[in-house]
């Protein structure tokens, strides 16, 4: 019982000892363009100590970095794919209006209808997935210019078109509650 105590004492007593700790505000400007792994340093922040902040990308859950480039994905019908379409984008930055791509007919190839599925091959599956450049949309640069947006257009049924737009819609009320 006695050791305990004293134990107790010795522990209180380096606590009371122990220097008190100064919250400091350390006021960083994240520049535009800045990509994950940057480092940050901010030097003699207390005599003798230095802190490093690390950036870190998080995941986008519609937009890819590749570079510079901005790249997103988009769904849309033979139809659509075949008279022309505009593509309303969802900007990276929430505040700012959807961006408008105009597809044209003609714009996007369109391999002919198989009646057998197991007669499509993979190749040609990939031939359904294009992309579509759009200069100066995608990632900021230091330089103050941007890189590119490149949107995967995959070309499906008009069948199927409409239900991934009714997952889409689904997920965008199901984000807002």
């Not at 350390?26 to 940050?40: C, E, F, N, S």
Request: charged share 35%.
């Amino acid at each position: 019982r006695h050791v305990w105590l004293s134990g107790a004492f010795s522990a209180l007593f380096l606590y009371v000892n122990l220097p008190k700790v100064q919250m400091r505000e350390i006021v960083a400007d994240i520049q535009r363009g800045w990509k994950g792994g940057t480092k940050l340093k901010f030097n003699r922040v207390e005599p003798g100590i230095s802190i490093v902040i690390l950036l870190e990308e998080q995941r986008h859950d519609r937009y890819t970095r590749v570079g510079d480039d901005l790249q997103t994905d988009a769904v849309i019908g033979r139809t659509k794919a075949k008279n022309g379409c505009t593509l309303l984008i969802d900007h990276l930055v929430e505040e700012e209006l959807p961006i408008e791509v105009k597809v044209k007919p003609g714009d996007l190839k369109i391999s002919k209808r198989r009646r057998r599925k197991s007669t499509i091959s993979t190749k040609q599956k990939e031939e359904e997935v294009q992309v579509i450049r759009v200069n100066g949309r995608g990632w900021p640069k230091k330089s103050g210019e941007r890189g590119d947006l490149l949107i995967r257009v995959r070309i499906v049924s008009d069948k199927q078109a409409l239900k991934h737009q009714e997952r889409i819609r689904k997920r965008k009320i199901h984000k807002s509650l």
